[in-house]
């Protein structure tokens, strides 16, 4: 079963920092486009960063210059290193992924579980 799992959400202050982290497991052949999502109450989910296979990246534009979106090929894993938060940063953040599985061989659009971050004094 190829699945992803996210961890390093919490509890922080404006100003503050976090890193998330999610790495995928299973019979993976290939990770093709890595991102970030969140989603918080009563709005809906949104693009927060996206990293291509090869390295290219894409922000919204409330978080450009504040986070920073990262991967490691070699170890299934693609990171969100968010600074400077706000209370409007609130949110579960959900990682997704494209992957192509060996046995069997297929296509899959893969997401976390989520994992909760608030920025709250």
């Known amino acids: 079963q190829v699945q992803l799992v996210e961890s390093g959400g919490g509890l922080v202050q404006p100003g503050g920092s976090l890193r998330l982290s999610c790495a995928a497991s299973g019979s993976i052949f290939r990770i093709n486009a890595m991102g970030w999502y969140r989603q918080a109450p009563g709005k809906q989910r949104e693009l927060v960063a996206g990293?291509?296979?090869?390295?290219?990246?894409n922000y919204a534009d409330s978080v450009k210059g504040r986070f920073t979106i990262s991967r490691d090929n070699a170890k299934n894993t693609v990171y969100l290193q968010m600074n400077s938060l706000k209370p409007e940063d609130t949110a579960v953040y959900y990682c997704?992924?494209?992957?192509?599985?060996?046995?069997?061989?297929?296509?899959?659009?893969?997401w976390g579980q989520g994992t909760l971050v608030t920025v709250s004094s």
């Open positions: 990293i291509t296979s090869g390295g290219s990246t």
């Open positions: 997704n992924a494209g992957v192509l599985t060996t046995t069997p061989i297929r296509a899959l659009e893969l």
